[in-house]
């Protein structure tokens, strides 16, 4: 099988899903390169196309989208981090606004979803939301990302690449 690693990664929590991905799947990898870098022979040549990315305001990260929206007829294994949720339930709804991206001549093969750590002056900026918040929904949802600040912190780890890892053993 040959397989292409496309992915966009603001802060690098992203890129090591994606090294993590090309140390261990299957096959021959074409190429493991950014979206803005991305060859579009090699994707032609692939069977499958590992699509990577953060999540931006509820889905993964434009210029990730953008590329999934290129693509046809290739079998997707879609991978994120994300920051303001640490269980299955959370990453779905980062993962399944992201998925749309996908034209229905694709198949989508499997997806993972992890957390990553927040960048320099993420927190600052939520604590300035949450004094500006109007309403207690907005409090609530501003306090609720804050909370999974320290548990973000370390993340991707040895034990998210590991389970990365088990859940492409079999493409
Ligand atoms: C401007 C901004 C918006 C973000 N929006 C979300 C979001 O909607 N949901 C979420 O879970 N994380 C959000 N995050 C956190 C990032 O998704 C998280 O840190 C991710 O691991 C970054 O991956 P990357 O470094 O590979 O781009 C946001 C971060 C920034 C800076």
Not at 14 to 27: D, M, P, R, Y
Not at 53 to 70: I, L, V
Not at 88 to 106: C, G, H, I, R, V
Not at 108 to 131: P, R
């Amino acid at each position: 099988m040959k397989y292409s690693i496309v992915y966009t990664s603001k802060s690098g929590n992203t890129e090591k899903l994606a090294l993590a991905i090309k140390e261990s799947a299957n096959g021959e990898c074409l190429q493991c390169v950014k979206a803005d870098a991305v060859d579009a022979n090699k994707i032609g040549e692939s069977d499958l196309v590992f699509v990577g990315a953060g999540s931006y305001k509820g889905t993964c990260d434009e210029a990730a989208g953008k590329f999934m929206q290129t693509l046809k007829n290739k079998k997707v294994f879609l991978f994120m981090t994300v920051g303001y949720g640490n269980n299955q339930e959370y990453y779905d709804k980062m993962l399944n606004p992201a998925k749309t991206f996908l034209d229905s001549s694709n198949t989508l093969v499997g997806t993972y979803a992890c957390q990553g750590q927040w960048i320099d002056g993420q927190k600052k900026n939520l604590e300035n939301m949450l004094e500006k918040a109007a309403t207690d929904n907005e409090k609530k949802v501003v306090q609720s990302k804050l909370a999974n600040y320290d548990n973000a912190m370390g993340h991707p780890n040895a034990d998210d690449l590991n389970k990365l890892k088990e859940a492409i053993k079999t493409l």
